[in-house]
Structures are given as C-alpha cells and as structure tokens.
C-alpha cells in the first residue's frame, strides 16, 4: 500500500544550527515531491516544489533533495530561527501529505 | 489580495443538525479540494473539483456532498452531521493539478464540533 513516512514526529534543534527533516515514500512514483509550512490552527503554506530531474532546490535559507531511487526528500533549514519552529508536511503527490514533523528551534 | 476564505471559522453543532461550510478563492483557479485534519491522520482529501460542475471523491467522502456551481466556491455539505466529523476543515485552491502550478493555496481553516 501507499505510505508518506517523515522522520520523526517532533525534531527539537538548537537556533542557528541546521535542521534536517526526512520524507520517504513507498508505493508512489512521483514526478515532483512539495513541501509545506504549517502552523498551529493554520491552513499549511507552500514552501517549494522539486521535480524528480532536479536533484537539489534551494530557496533563501531552505533547501531541499529529491532522491528517485531511496524514494526520499531531504529539506534542509539553515541557520535555523526560532520562528521557523512549525509544522512541515512533504506530498508527493498535490493532494496527498504526510504526517508532517513538528520542529521546534529553541532560542 | 490572493486569498482563500472559509466560513464560518468555528463551529459547534448537534448530531443531524445540517450544515454547509463555504469556500472560496478570489484566483481564477480550477481545482479545488476539501480537506480534513485530525490528531495522528493528518491530512486527508475529502473531495476534489477540477472545474465547475466536475467533482470526484478523496479519501474521506462518507457523509459529506459537496458542489460545483461557479468556478470561485465550493462548498462543504454535511447533511446529518455526527460526532465522527469533529475535525479541523480546510479548504484549498491551485491553478491546476498537473506537474505546473499546482501549488495550493488553503484558507483558514473551519473547527467543527459535532455533539
């Protein structure tokens, strides 16, 4: 059957350091994968889109991979604020999300 | 402003007691999705339109309709609401579902508490 896995539901890092979060997919075959921002009570925000020819995506401080064969995405949070702390959900397909990992960035 | 607006935002009701939660994008866009969020599913599609007058069922259909009229709503129908769909609804737009712009836009949310 189909299954999003993302890393882990909650990630705890230190500000300024890089925040590393996984999402793996088995039984899809993606043409492109998403990420989303969200935050409590929220409706998710759109962050950045990576096709499957493109293997990294870089957009300010956030970037992401897209790996076909592990059937993995990276996204990648550099220099991390405490205002990046949220909820970040991966869908590798448009209507379909995963878990999404809570990260926290403490000050 | 770009925007996708639900109504209302928060709701308290009764088993049976019909309701309708509205939607709607200000974007021109052609697709259009319902979704629910509960603690440990995630997010789960309920319904999808890809044009006026076309919709097709997600994930979680059971006991919700939905409609198609105009190209800018689309509203949720719950016609016997039970306590099941207690839940965090959202709605979303995007310009289409292919491999461009299909970036989706959500509104607010609507928390819906059925007794």
């Known amino acids: 059957s189909q299954k999003i896995e993302q890393n882990s539901e909650a990630l705890n890092i230190q500000e300024g350091k890089t925040a590393t979060l996984t999402c793996n997919y088995t039984n899809y075959s993606p043409a492109y994968l998403q990420w989303y921002r969200q935050d409590p009570g929220r409706g998710p925000v759109f962050l950045l889109l990576i096709r499957e020819n493109e293997k990294e995506k870089r957009k300010e401080r956030l970037k992401v991979t897209f790996d076909t064969t592990l059937k993995q995405s990276l996204f990648h949070i550099t220099a991390s604020q405490p205002a990046d702390s949220a909820t970040y959900l991966c869908a590798p397909l448009s209507f379909v999300f995963g878990p999404g990992t809570r990260l926290s960035v403490l000050p | 402003e770009a925007q996708v607006t639900q109504n209302p935002r928060y709701l308290i009701t009764v088993t049976g007691k019909k309701l309708t939660v509205t939607c709607s994008q200000n974007m021109n866009h052609e697709y259009m999705s319902w979704y629910r969020q509960d603690p440990g599913l995630g997010l789960r599609q309920i319904y999808y339109?890809?044009?006026?007058?076309?919709?097709d069922k997600g994930d979680v259909p059971e006991g919700y309709k939905v409609s198609r009229k105009e190209k800018r709503n689309f509203p949720l129908i719950l016609e016997s609401p039970s306590p099941n769909q207690t839940s965090l609804y959202f709605c979303a737009s995007s310009l289409s579902i292919g491999d461009r712009d299909n970036e989706q836009f959500f509104g607010p949310g609507t928390r819906l508490t059925v007794l």
């Open positions: 339109s890809m044009n006026v007058e076309v919709t």
